[in-house]
């Protein structure tokens, strides 16, 4: 494999591992890692629409006048510029999430697969990308009808071109400068398109800027001038973000608890964000051997460095790249969570774009760590990529076969209302503004449906004048769905039954919650 040097700041020379061609054995690799990835990821491909994902296929359904109106969804427009085009062929829920999520979440693997056998070592980037692959937490947001694939892909995306740009290597100079200058300005179009993608990607920008300014120094102005692309085109839409900022702002104040929901809190933030990188959709505090499996997995991570850093083929330096990529993962976590003191951002999903990252820093301890002569730290190498790959398949087939941790089925829960209840004597009643949002895209009018009008119900008497109108009904469905939110004295349940409603049966829905049904007393199914 060849190598090429880079000169850092200080005139030290560090070696890279740096192949542009793929061999005869990088392309079964690939082969078997696209295959594995794609195969992993289509199951529940064309499940139900939870309500963010059916808010967002409402929204991409209006007319293309309408497409930059999102001001109550608190993301950039460029996912819905996408699936507006997309659903013009088919609305259908695995087309939609095909094009979001899934080709960008592909596409990812493949890019880490690439960052990591020529920047780092071909086994780094076959450990990493296998990782990634299997791992059930890109696997379910590469099925999400949101930006966290999306958003994540330019991420790794940026960091590649930024890595190819750091170690170019062209004999003839003309030619290394001409491709050094394409190499920048792609970079910065790239984070233009991440600046649309996610609110969260300045924290790229800023993380690219630390690892330049910590190893690479000077290469940083000729970072910098390109990044004026994505920051002045960013600019444009400026004014739609502070609005959207402005509307989130409000949802808070009239929406008490809201807060809890969008965010984690900030002492558990960093602890969760890392398990759900590895353990994914497992809800860890339903199992006792994640917290086994988290301390066994660090014991060997740790045994691994020591064992690289002890080792005569690595100096602890600035110039390492298990310090270099701890860097940008550690950027990538540290600056959204200290935002977050101000401005509750940080969950898990959002900060999927550093989950690369992790699997890049664990990989390449495995690999430098081998050494043919320490049967041990083989032995601790070979236990650590076995442990992280149970786990991965164990977390994506609970995922597979688990109801409890899929998304919401408002599909499956509006087909059995329909079965059992006529539409012409049945309203769906809810405590909020408008019908949520899966019930919409499901439901396409069938039943007539009714609001409370607002999204905090603090006053019976005035519920009671709201929802006069289920006298005129026969049957009535209440949703007890982030009604802790909105209705948390449980007024709305007690004002049907005192319009002479009886309660015949609570439907039991997965991640939905309970369905109240009515009958009114002269009236049986």
């Known amino acids: 494999m060849r190598t090429t040097s880079i000169t850092t700041q200080r005139g030290q020379m560090n070696q890279v591992p740096f192949s542009y061609y793929l061999t005869k054995s990088d392309?079964?690799?690939?082969?078997?890692?696209?295959?594995?990835?794609?195969?992993?990821?289509?199951?529940?491909?064309?499940?139900?629409?939870?309500?963010?994902?059916?808010?967002?296929?409402?929204?991409?359904?209006?007319?293309?006048?309408?497409?930059?109106?999102?001001?109550?969804?608190?993301?950039?427009?460029?996912?819905?510029?996408?699936?507006?085009?997309?659903?013009?062929?088919?609305?259908?829920?695995?087309?939609?999430?095909?094009?979001?999520?899934?080709i960008p979440g592909i596409a990812t693997i493949l890019l880490l697969f690439e960052m990591g056998r020529r920047f780092y070592s071909k086994s780094t980037g076959i450990i990493a990308s296998l990782f990634l692959a299997t791992s059930s937490f890109?696997?379910?947001?590469?099925?999400?009808?949101?930006?966290?694939?999306?958003?994540?892909?330019?991420?790794?995306?940026?960091?590649?071109?930024?890595?190819?740009?750091?170690?170019?290597?062209?004999?003839?100079?003309?030619?290394?400068?001409?491709?050094?200058?394409?190499?920048?300005?792609k970079i910065g179009l790239i984070n233009l398109l991440g600046l649309y993608s996610t609110y969260l990607y300045p924290f790229v920008l800023i993380a690219q800027a630390v690892y330049l300014l910590v190893s690479y120094r000077l290469f940083f102005p000729k970072w910098l001038k390109p990044q004026l692309i994505p920051l002045g085109g960013f600019l444009l839409w400026l004014p739609s973000f502070l609005s959207q900022?402005?509307?989130?702002?409000?949802l808070r104040q009239t929406l008490p608890g809201w807060e809890q929901v969008v965010s984690t809190g900030q002492l558990k933030a960093l602890?969760?964000?890392?398990?759900?990188?590895?353990?994914?959709?497992?809800?860890?505090?339903?199992?006792?051997?994640?917290?086994?499996?988290?301390?066994?997995?660090?014991i060997c991570l740790l045994i691994l460095t020591i064992q690289l850093f002890r080792s005569k083929k690595v100096i602890i330096s600035i110039?390492?790249?298990?310090?270099?990529?701890?860097?940008?993962?550690?950027?990538?976590?540290?600056?959204?969570?200290?935002?977050?003191?101000?401005?509750?951002?940080?969950?898990?999903?959002?900060?999927?774009?550093a989950q690369p990252f992790l699997y890049l820093i664990i990989s390449w301890l495995i690999s430098q760590a081998w050494s043919p002569k320490k049967h041990l730290t083989q032995f601790i190498s070979v236990l650590t990529v076995l442990l992280i790959l149970f786990i991965n398949f164990f977390s994506s087939y609970s995922y597979y076969t688990k109801s409890s941790l899929q998304r919401e089925n408002w599909r499956d829960l509006n087909t059995y209302l329909r079965a059992r209840f006529p539409s012409n004597r049945s309203i769906a009643l809810f405590a909020f503004e408008e019908p949520f949002a899966p019930w919409q895209w499901y439901d396409q009018n069938y039943?007539?449906?009714?609001?409370?009008?607002?999204?905090?119900?603090?006053?019976?008497?005035?519920?009671?004048?709201?929802?006069?109108?289920?006298?005129?009904?026969?049957?009535?469905?209440?949703?007890?769905?982030?009604?802790d939110l909105s209705d948390p004295k449980g007024y709305l349940l007690q004002t049907v039954k005192d319009y002479g409603f009886q309660e015949i049966e609570v439907i039991d829905q997965p991640n939905i919650g309970f369905v109240h049904v009515f009958i009114r007393d002269n009236n049986r199914v």
């Open 138 to 185: 890109h696997l379910f947001y590469s099925q999400e009808l949101r930006p966290y694939s999306l958003s994540c892909l330019f991420t790794t995306w940026s960091f590649y071109l930024l890595f190819s740009a750091l170690n170019s290597k062209k004999n003839d100079a003309k030619q290394k400068t001409k491709a050094l200058h394409s190499c920048w300005i």
């Open 447 to 483: 039943f007539l449906t009714l609001t409370t009008g607002t999204n905090h119900l603090d006053d019976p008497e005035i519920i009671e004048q709201k929802i006069k109108m289920i006298s005129e009904f026969d049957f009535v469905f209440v949703f007890d769905y982030l009604t």
């Open 245 to 250: 900022l402005q509307a989130g702002q409000l």
């Open 319 to 353: 110039n390492d790249k298990t310090v270099q990529t701890s860097i940008v993962l550690a950027s990538l976590l540290l600056m959204p969570w200290l935002i977050s003191f101000w401005v509750p951002i940080v969950q898990p999903k959002r900060l999927l774009i």
């Open 271 to 298: 602890p969760l964000i890392l398990a759900k990188f590895i353990f994914g959709v497992l809800k860890l505090s339903e199992l006792r051997w994640p917290i086994l499996a988290s301390v066994f997995l660090g």
């Open 27 to 102: 392309r079964w690799w690939l082969i078997i890692l696209l295959i594995l990835a794609i195969v992993m990821r289509i199951p529940h491909l064309n499940g139900s629409f939870w309500l963010d994902e059916a808010a967002q296929a409402l929204e991409i359904t209006r007319p293309t006048s309408q497409q930059l109106l999102i001001e109550n969804d608190f993301q950039p427009p460029l996912l819905h510029i996408i699936l507006h085009l997309a659903q013009f062929i088919s609305t259908q829920e695995w087309w939609l999430r095909l094009i979001g999520a899934f």
